[in-house]
C-alpha cells in the first residue's frame, strides 16, 4: 500500500499573500510533482490568470508540478487525483480569503478512502502584517484562519516597523501559541519550511474550535460581498489612475480586496493589478495572445460596496478619441 499523498491547505485572509506564494512555490526547483487545487471567492474569476502558467484544469508545469483550477466540488477533484497513473508527491490546496479552514478538513476525515490515499501535512496561514489587525476581531474566519493554523506566516513585513511586528506576533501566539511562525516579505519563504512539515496536529485542531468536524457548525459572514464587471473596450490608463485613486481615499476602508486584468489602449501587455484597502500596485505583464480575446476584468470583495457607482466609475474609464 502506498503512502499516503501529503495535503498542504494554504489560507489566509482576503490579499494576505497566498496567490504570490503559490507562484513562488511553482517555480521553485523542488523537483516535486504537485497538485495545486484552486478555489477564489468573486463574481468573476481572475485568480486562476494569476497563477503562473495556470490555462488548463490539470496540467505539468515546467517544473514538473501539476495544477488543478477548482471548478467544481473538492472531492470531485480529488476523485480525480486518486485515478492518476502516476503518483503525486503533494497535493496543495489554496483557499478564499474567506474561507474557513475546518470544512476543508473536514473532507479529508468524511470519507474513508480519502482518509486512507491523503494526510493533512500542514496548514499554512498567510498574515497579511499591515492589515490583520482591521479583521482580526469583527472577521471570525480571520480569526480562524490563525487558529486552525500549524504554520503561519507573517507577510508583507516591509510594511510595519520592528516593533509592530513584535507585538502582533505575541497577539496572534495568545489565539495560537503552537504554531510555528516564520516573518516574510513578498511570501519568500524555502519551500521545505512548508511541504513535508509534518505539523498537522487534530488535537490541537479540537482545542481551539471542538465542532471542527462538525458540518453543521459552519457559516459565513453574510455582511462581505463580491463585485465584479467585464468591458471589452480598451480602458484610459490615466483615467484608471485617477479614479482609482478617488475610490481608495473615500471607499479604501470598505474594500478588503481587488483585483484585476486590464486591457490599456496601446498597451500590449495585460496591465495587473491588485489592493488590499487603501494598498494599490499595477504594471504590465504578460503580452496577450494572439488569438486571446482583449477584455478588462475587475473584481471588488469588501462590504458596503455600491455596485450602481462602481459600475459607473469603471466605465467612465472607458479610452475615448
Known sequence: MNKPTP?????????????????????????????????????IGIDHDLVINSDEELFEMNNGCICCSVRGDLLRILGKLLRRKTPLDAVLIETTGLADPGPVIQTFYADEELQTRFSIDAIVTMVDTKHVLQHLEKDVECRKQIGFADIVLLNKTDLVSPAELDDLEQR??????????????????????????GAFDLNKKFEFDPKVLDETAHTHNDSVSSVGFTLDRPLDINKID??????????????????????????????????VHM??????????????????????????????????GFESCLFTN
Open 172 to 197: 496572534l501566539k495568545g489565539i495560537n501559541g503552537f504554531a510555528r511562525y516564520y516573518r516574510t516579505k513578498d511570501a519568500a519563504i524555502e519551500p521545505e519550511k512548508i511541504f513535508g512539515a
Open 242 to 275: 485617477h479614479w482609482m485613486g478617488k475610490l481608495l481615499r473615500e471607499k479604501g476602508g470598505d474594500i478588503f480586496r481587488m483585483k484585476g486584468i486590464l486591457n490599456i489602449e496601446g498597451q500590449p501587455r495585460k496591465f495587473v493589478f491588485q489592493g
Open 7 to 43: 495535503v498542504t491547505i494554504l489560507t489566509g485572509f482576503l490579499g494576505s499573500g497566498k496567490t504570490t506564494l503559490l507562484n513562488r512555490l511553482l517555480t521553485e526547483n523542488h523537483g516535486k510533482k504537485i497538485a495545486v487545487i484552486e478555489n477564489e471567492y468573486g463574481e
Open 279 to 312: 494598498l494599490f500596485d499595477g504594471r504590465p505583464q504578460a503580452p496577450w495572445g494572439e488569438s486571446e480575446k482583449r477584455q478588462s476584468r475587475i473584481v471588488f470583495i469588501g462590504q458596503n460596496l455600491d455596485r450602481a457607482a462602481l459600475q459607473k
